[in-house]
């Protein structure tokens, strides 16, 4: 019944800035980690970032660092990938994700049990 969508990818210049959203729907209270996702084509999905439910706690993957940002709206239970300074190499498709167990595991798609549909995100000049 908890579905997730996600929204806001599109084409960007290499050193522009795209915000992704995801919306969880079906209950009414926050995941316990909510978090996001990458994929290029030929690679495996790999983490992006995450915020859990404790604290608002954050982690972000190296390659991401000093330049995204992960945020939440309790109220309307969605989620924010803020992305800055984008590089060719951020070019993937891009999935929310989401997990209700309580558990320390963030950085594997198995940690989670839903996932937003996946928003293209590509970085050319």
């Known amino acids: 019944q908890v579905q997730l969508v996600d929204a806001g990818g599109g084409l960007v210049q290499p050193g522009g800035s795209l915000r992704l959203s995801c919306a969880v729907s079906?209950?009414?209270?926050?995941?316990?980690?909510l978090g996001w996702f990458r994929q290029a084509p030929g690679k495996e999905r790999e983490f992006v970032a995450v915020?859990?439910?404790?604290?608002?706690?954050?982690y972000y993957a190296d390659s991401v660092k000093g330049r995204f940002t992960i945020s939440r709206d309790n109220v309307n239970n969605t989620a924010y990938l803020q992305m800055n300074s984008l590089k060719p190499e951020d070019t993937a498709v891009y999935y929310c994700?989401?997990?209700?167990?309580?558990?320390?595991?963030?950085?594997?798609?198995?940690?989670?049990?839903?996932w937003g549909q996946g928003t293209q995100v590509t970085v050319s000049s």
């Open positions: 994700a989401a997990t209700y167990k309580i558990t320390d595991a963030y950085t594997r798609p198995r940690d989670y049990d839903y």
């Open positions: 079906g209950r009414t209270f926050s995941p316990y980690n």
């Open positions: 915020i859990r439910r404790s604290r608002s706690i954050t």
